[in-house]
């Protein structure tokens, strides 16, 4: 069981827009820590996504964004491509914890 | 470029030992914070470790704690996780991780993984 709750699974054509919910509580996110976000392709490494919440690192398409509101945050795609189709990851720090993830979201591009 | 090359994974048996290393380049190593993140096999990522520049502040998962040691050698731009008393559920790619500070508005200072090497997988099993 992750401290931060993602879907499963979320799935969109082509195109399309499609959201990632990470839900936390009052020792991470509600305490005011901001959320990272990774993407994890088949077979690699995570690559760093989002940083600070809303943050993209050069080199990552405006078709990714994210925010924070309160106990969650959401990563956003739009645009959706069939490279997009990975695994994706929050993460955030917890007071009794440190560093603590999400259980993961597959992302299929139908 | 920055780069993180793990190494060290194999099988090992319950109660055994194994050292994973992680050598880095493309960055000033001494300048930066080090992790250990781990993802068993079909599952989520865990962090499982960090270790600050000067390796005055170290921190475990509790899952790890007393049993794995983690050291950075400057001088060698080298990253290690000593894994004592393995266990199977140790079972998974280990992945070394460099910190990035971000200031955030709200918490002060917080760190996320901006660089990951490719892993290297431990199994534990007899």
């Known amino acids: 069981q992750s401290v931060l709750t993602q879907p499963p699974s979320v799935s969109g054509a082509p195109g399309q827009r499609v959201t990632i919910s990470c839900t936390g509580s009052s020792s991470n996110i509600g305490a005011g820590y901001d959320v990272h976000w990774y993407q994890q392709l088949p077979g690699t490494a995570p690559k760093l996504l989002i940083y600070?919440?809303?943050n993209r690192p050069s080199g990552v398409p405006d078709r990714f964004s994210g925010s924070k509101s309160g106990t969650s945050a959401s990563l956003a795609i739009t645009g959706l491509q069939a490279e997009d189709e990975a695994d994706y990851y929050c993460q955030s720090y917890d007071s009794s914890l440190r560093e603590v993830f999400g259980g993961g979201t597959k992302l299929t591009v139908l | 470029e920055v780069q993180l090359v793990e190494s060290g994974g194999g099988l090992v048996k319950p109660g055994g030992s194994l050292r994973l290393s992680c050598a880095a380049s493309g960055f000033t190593f001494s300048s930066y914070s080090m992790n250990w993140v781990r993802q068993a096999p079909g599952k989520g990522l865990e962090w499982v470790s960090s270790?600050?520049?000067?390796?005055?502040?170290?921190y475990y998962a509790d899952s790890v704690k007393g049993r794995f040691t983690i050291s950075r050698d400057n001088a060698k731009n080298s990253l290690y996780l000593q894994m004592n008393s393995l266990r199977a559920e140790d079972t998974a790619v280990y992945y070394c991780a460099r910190d990035a500070e971000w200031a955030s508005p709200a918490a002060g200072i917080e760190y996320y993984f901006d660089y990951w090497g490719q892993g290297t997988l431990v199994t534990v099993s007899s």
């Open positions: 270790i600050s520049s000067s390796s005055s502040y170290i």
């Open positions: 600070g919440n809303s």
